[in-house]
């Protein structure tokens, strides 16, 4: 039997020359009355023991994937907390949605809002502007200021064959406008998980193009391509006027993941008649699961097709 034992570097500062100042780990207080001179430190939504490396208080945060004594999401190095809580993205009234990895060493906090409006995303890895989501409040996913939907629900909208012109702006098909859809929200939750509704709303266009074409050639892979081609070029929602979007942001991301799901969703029956004709039926595998749409793009598809 072997035995391994690993040695870790406390957090408290080593230098105790504090001269009257209060401030030190990440921005804090130090209360020097609990365990000594800087041993421990106080934040407004904490108590901090800095040789532990862990709060001494629950997290206000829940987050299902880490202890809600864990902070600085394991990394104190990488990450500040002056407020003893993350990164945090808001609604314009202040109310905790999630916190996203920025890479900053200082906590910033930001509505909804401005994020949407810098094109930021945490929910395709590959695309531009992608930031980590770190944590979610635990009741995001009854927020009343957002809209929430099941991946059942937005695959419901998706699979009705409908009218390519209907997929403009502000048409039955566009899903972040319809009352079906996000309903002009810009954020929602589906399946309790925020996204974008313009990225949602990809999917119907998607899966629809993907079936026209697919249930006339027979062929997924050329369909998939000439969806996601189609895809760009509306992807401003225009059927006439618009410009070719052949940038690497999230838009053309879900538009593909519409495809790709609906590519195994899907199978083509094609029946011979005697006089020589075809009856071409898709055959819907319900088995497939709607969830299976909240996969991000892998590296050999973004490859294959975009």
Not at 123 to 134: G, Q, R, S, T
Not at 188 to 200: E, F, L, Q
Not at 212 to 230: E, F, H, L, M, P
Request: aromatic residues 16%; charged residues 25%; hydrophobic residues 30%.
């Amino acid at each position: 039997m072997t035995t391994k034992t690993t040695h870790y570097q406390s957090l408290t500062p080593q230098s105790t020359n504090i001269g009257g100042y209060r401030y030190f780990f990440n921005g804090q207080e130090g209360d020097n009355e609990i365990f000594g001179e800087l041993a421990n430190f106080t934040a407004e939504f904490w108590q901090y023991d800095s040789r532990l490396g862990r709060r001494w208080n629950v997290d206000p945060v829940f987050k299902e994937y880490e202890s809600l004594y864990a902070c600085f999401a394991g990394n104190p190095v990488w990450f500040a907390d002056d407020k003893g809580d993350t990164l945090r993205i808001t609604t314009k009234d202040g109310s905790f949605l999630f916190s996203l990895d920025d890479k900053k060493t200082k906590t910033m906090d930001m509505t909804a809002k401005q994020l949407y409006d810098k094109g930021i995303q945490w929910f395709e890895p590959l695309a531009d502007n992608y930031m980590p989501l770190i944590q979610i409040a635990k009741d995001l996913s009854t927020n009343p200021n957002l809209k929430h939907f099941t991946w059942q629900q937005v695959a419901d909208f998706a699979e009705v064959n409908r009218f390519m012109f209907t997929y403009m702006q502000n048409g039955s098909g566009d899903w972040k406008n319809s009352k079906r859809g996000a309903d002009g929200h810009f954020l929602v939750t589906v399946g309790k998980y925020p996204y974008w509704a313009d990225a949602i709303g990809q999917f119907a266009f998607a899966i629809d193009y993907f079936t026209d074409k697919y249930k006339k050639n027979g062929d997924k892979d050329a369909s998939i391509r000439k969806t996601v081609q189609k895809g760009k070029e509306y992807g401003e929602g225009k059927i006439v006027g618009g410009e070719v979007d052949d940038s690497n942001t999230y838009d053309n991301y879900f538009i593909l993941r519409g495809a790709l799901w609906a590519s195994k969703r899907y199978s083509l029956e094609v029946i011979k008649m005697h006089d020589g004709s075809e009856i071409r039926k898709l055959i819907k595998d319900s088995h497939y699961s709607p969830k299976e749409l909240k996969h991000p793009i892998s590296e050999d598809n973004k490859k294959k097709y975009l």
